[in-house]
């Protein structure tokens, strides 16, 4: 099995490195800092075979530069509908594409996820789904460019993978999301005990990523927006009218 690895960079990103023990190449996804990246790397004696890029905002960007100057050999993948928006894409792909990566037999399938931005992808290679700032543990990202059913139907997609999907998204606002989620559903019993769960982890200042998708599906308001007693309860008469309402009041939230 290849080991997931989230390194911390900025306030609260992680970049993620796929490796394998006996293998010298790696994978590197959303660098948005190499210097967060090389010293890992050269500690580790690990070569990057590729770089994979969810969407354009800088701090999932801002490394592609020096670490191609460091490992010129590693191509740098990304969202086809955003190559504008991004400096250094190699090889472009979208929704459906199945991408390769020889140098670690590694395949995986490419998901379009519009909502947070417009052209955002996500790559998924069981039980392995990098989601960018798609979904979140507990969340789900912010509307920038898309529309709240755009990001609804990004979830749903994700929604139907299986149980034992480890979601390795890219920000460690896991506690903060619990709390508006206990907002939601305060006597939600597998979110208090995962609330629990995640404060011990960040006690010892341990990430809570990556998520169990099983888990999400019990704890994630945005995952459960087809619970009618959450729509009665909010007065909205859909998944998709619920899911806007929930994304607005988040984006006012203060704990």
């Known amino acids: 099995m290849p080991e997931l690895i989230p390194l911390p960079a900025f306030n609260d990103n992680y970049i993620w490195v796929l490796t394998e023990q ?8 959303d660098p948005g800092d190499a210097e967060a990246v090389i010293p890992f790397l050269q500690q580790q004696q690990k070569i990057p075979a590729a770089i994979l890029i969810t969407h354009h905002h800088a701090d999932h960007t801002g ?3 020096q670490l191609k100057q460091h490992y ?15 400096q250094g894409l190699e090889q472009l792909v979208s929704g459906g594409d199945l991408l390769s990566v020889p140098e670690l037999n590694w395949q995986c399938q490419v998901f379009d996820l ?24 507990v969340g789900c990202g912010r509307l920038f460019e898309g529309t709240a059913e755009q990001l609804y139907q990004s979830l749903q997609s ?6 034992d999907t480890l979601i390795c998204c890219t920000h460690e606002y896991t506690l903060a999301n619990i709390a508006f989620a206990l907002s939601i559903e305060p006597d939600n019993s597998d979110l208090q005990l995962h609330l629990k769960h995640c404060q011990q982890k960040r006690q010892l200042s341990e990430p809570t990523l990556p998520a169990l998708l099983a888990t999400e599906r ?6 459960r927006c087809e619970n009618s007693r959450l729509q ?5 008469n859909s998944a998709l009218a619920l899911f806007t309402y929930l994304r607005q009041a988040k984006d006012q939230f203060k704990s």
Do not use: M, W
């Not at 006996?22 to 996804?29: K, Q």
């Not at 590693?74 to 991004?86: D, L, Q």
């Not at 994700?158 to 149980?163: G, R, S």
């Open 22 to 29: 006996h293998n010298p190449y790696c994978l590197v996804v």
């Open 63 to 65: 490394g592609i530069r």
């Open 72 to 86: 010129p050999a590693c191509r740098i993948i990304g969202p086809a509908a955003e190559e504008s928006r991004i």
């Open 114 to 137: 519009p909502g947070h931005t417009a052209g955002h992808i996500g790559f998924y290679s069981a039980p392995v789904l990098f989601c960018g700032d798609t979904l979140f543990s």
């Open 158 to 163: 994700l929604a139907a993978l299986p149980d």
């Open 218 to 223: 019990k704890v994630n308001p945005f995952l």
């Open 232 to 236: 009665r309860k909010f007065n909205q």
